[in-house]
């Protein structure tokens, strides 16, 4: 366990060591770093002048990483485990969790404040959030319900498109690497006086690799059943910009991806995974002395067709004769349909010199269909229908007296939900249809930050969170190797989580910064799958449990060596438990599933003569478990996802003006490390050229 008190030690000790030795070999510029940041509070201020934890991936940094989606740049994040190996994975099994809370919803994505996380099961579609159109990522760690409401238990990142700028401009990459992987992308956008335009495109296709652990049972999934898993990942997006005049601005945009994973089984006409996604979204904004607003209007649409596989040797009660070996391959063929549509607002104005007041409110209504055939049983069909509609408004006041810093804020949410579960063959448990199902929240919270001198920053800050359950969990109930079933749960309620933390950042001029966190989290709630009582191994129940707590330190650095060097570098030290267990006492105390405990990552950016440039970059995960009772779930199996350490290493060269040629190798230790339940490829070496006009 890792106590504050030892926390605060080490932080005391650590700070003393450090700062002497960067004040020492950084002549302090006349200059500020002073990056300005909205995520923090809704609207534009100093990082400097925020409460909350907020790391800023610009521009730059993107350009300079090997990254082609957004989650592959949270890497380096202290407090965020980004699980998904490599961009030929799949997208569904990528998992990203903040400040030792594992599971997707309970961290909310944004793009250009559009909510990315879908309402059946949380998930994001990271293959969506290319780079090429990215401007910055802001990740803000704790709680973040009091504005933006369900899912920023953790933090919410949020990922900021590129401006339109005057005149006609555009880039084109194009890569080919390991396991026959090509990408292509380009983006074209053009600038008037008033309006504009951009159009961006990419597609990944690779053969991909064998993503089972070498432990998997071979009498549940025989070698001859498994295969590699490919991918053929494609996105267009589009965008329009409007200025009515210097005040009132119109955006427009549209996106569609298309995720086909393939392989995975060696089953004829499996489908492990065929996705569509539809985004577009229209945004006004008004832009005054004294105060400002903004509209957004959205709707995503998303299908997916997925098989589920029996186990080569299964028998299973659904088939035709139960208790005889399954009779297809296929388990069951799943057709999924989401759709969300929502409204997000708030007007904000200066109330005298010292004070900004924000208003704001927001409401979706997502509805989603799950359709299961069955191979085996001729006319079977199984139903799931759900529906989550959200509401919520905000009020939240900042405070500014000199140094000093504050914001208040508070929301209130009503979470309304309903849904049903059929299956033709009615001798199928757990099914039924349940009416509206409601509950309201209140979430507010406070932070401060306080300039002890101009390079010295305390800041602080305490709030209550809220997650909600999805659909799947609410009411999924999904068939797995045909022969257990994980069962959802039509009476789940609310997580709900109070979070502080409180941290002190020293900026060395321009030149880089270092910043150090303490945080902890208490969840009542909790939202678990737990194995049911007296059945077969494997099958599951989604409950409440009780209450956990997560806490740490986490530390980010960054020191820029003239136009020579930049370093990065982060530490993480992060302790999730369950301390209250209504079904299962023995658990208290025990660590949550996947959440690794250390973190830490080194990165070093060159600039060489000649137009070269050289990035390596060290990442380290720690232990994860794999199990709720941290113990092996069967003879020969693994407790333990195993740390892994990775190098990685990329050169580029200038040819021609606007024209780089680029090589990457990635993984150079050729660690087959663990994710969450599948393997890495190991090494893999990119090359590629991009050219910018």
């Not at 025989?222 to 589009?238: C, M």
């Amino acid at each position: 366990m890792l106590s504050t008190r030892a926390t605060t030690k080490n932080i005391a000790v650590l700070l003393p060591l450090i700062m002497p030795l960067n004040l020492a070999a950084v002549e302090k510029a006349p200059d500020e770093l002073d990056e300005m940041v909205i995520t923090a509070t809704k609207t534009e201020r100093s990082i400097r002048d925020v409460s909350a934890t907020v790391t800023v991936i610009d521009r730059e940094r993107i350009e300079k990483s090997n990254a082609t989606t957004v989650d592959q740049l949270l890497k380096g994040v202290p407090g965020v485990y980004a699980s998904r190996m490599d961009a030929s994975s799949p997208n569904r099994i990528a998992q990203t969790y903040t400040r030792g809370l594992p599971g997707n919803g309970r961290t909310l994505v944004l793009i250009d404040d559009v909510p990315m996380n879908v309402s059946y099961d949380s998930q994001v579609d990271w293959s969506q959030l290319g780079t090429i159109d990215v401007d910055r990522v802001e990740i803000v760690r704790g709680a973040g319900s009091a504005l933006y409401g369900n899912h920023a238990m953790g933090g919410v990142i949020n990922v900021i498109s590129k401006a339109i700028t005057p005149g006609v401009k555009g880039k084109v990459d194009s890569e080919y690497g390991s396991m026959e992987t090509i990408r292509e992308a380009g983006i074209v956008s053009y600038g008037g006086e008033h309006s504009g335009g951009s159009v961006s495109t990419s597609y990944l296709e690779s053969d991909g690799y064998n993503m089972w652990r070498p432990d998997t049972s071979v009498a549940s999934i025989p070698l001859s059943q498994r295969d590699e898993t490919g991918t053929r990942k494609t996105n267009v997006g589009a965008k329009f910009k409007h200025e009515f005049d210097a005040s009132n601005l119109l955006d427009l945009s549209f996106s569609y991806l298309s995720d086909v994973a393939t392989g995975l089984y060696r089953i004829p006409d499996y489908i492990a995974q065929d996705r569509e996604q539809y985004l577009g979204s229209a945004r006004y904004r008004y832009l005054g002395e004294s105060s400002e607003a903004t509209v957004v209007l959205y709707s995503r649409i998303g299908r997916m067709d997925a098989d589920s596989a029996n186990a080569a040797n299964a028998t299973s009660p659904d088939v035709a004769r139960p208790g005889t070996m399954a009779a297809s391959l296929i388990s069951y063929r799943g057709d999924f349909d989401d759709m969300e549509a929502g409204i997000r607002a708030q007007y904000s104005h200066y109330l005298g010199s010292h004070h900004k007041l924000t208003v704001g409110g927001q409401h979706s209504d997502s509805q989603m269909t799950m359709i299961n055939q069955f191979p085996a049983e001729r006319g079977r069909e199984q139903l799931v229908e759900g529906g989550i509609q959200l509401s919520g408004i905000f009020l939240q006041d900042e405070i500014n007296y000199g140094p000093l810093n504050v914001s208040l804020a508070g929301r209130w949410d009503l979470w309304q939900t309903d849904g049903q579960f059929r299956d033709t063959k009615t001798s199928f448990p757990g099914q039924g249809q349940w009416g509206n199902h409601a509950e309201d929240s209140f979430s507010p919270k406070g932070g401060f930050s306080y300039k002890l001198t101009d390079d010295l920053v305390l800041r602080g800050s305490i709030g209550q969170s809220f997650n909600t359950p999805d659909v799947s969990q609410l009411y999924g109930n999904s068939r797995r190797g045909g022969t257990t079933v994980a069962y959802g749960n039509p009476y789940l309620t609310p997580e709900k989580a109070v979070s502080g933390d409180i941290g002190l950042d020293y900026y060395f001029g321009r030149q880089g910064y270092i910043k150090t966190t303490i945080y902890n989290t208490t969840a009542e709630d909790f939202i678990a799958t737990v194995q049911r009582s007296g059945a077969t191994v494997g099958t599951t129940d989604k409950i409440n449990i009780g209450a956990i707590r997560a806490e740490g330190v986490e530390v980010e650095g960054m020191w820029k060596l003239g136009d020579f060097l930049t370093l990065y570098a982060s530490y993480t030290k992060n302790d999730s438990i369950v301390t209250k267990h209504d079904r299962n006492p023995n658990l208290i105390g025990k660590q949550l599933t996947n959440v690794p405990q250390d973190q830490g990552s080194l990165r070093a950016d060159f600039s060489l003569p000649y137009g070269f440039s050289v990035f390596g970059a060290f990442n380290y995960v720690g232990d994860r478990y794999s199990t709720e009772t941290n113990l092996p779930s069967a003879p020969g199996g693994s407790a333990v996802y195993k740390s892994y350490a990775t190098y990685d290493l990329g050169v580029a060269k200038t040819l021609v003006k606007d024209v780089t040629a680029r090589m990457t190798f990635m993984n150079i230790g050729n660690d087959k490390y663990e994710g969450i339940g599948y393997i890495a490829p190991g090494a893999t070496i990119t090359g590629g050229i991009s050219a910018k006009f």
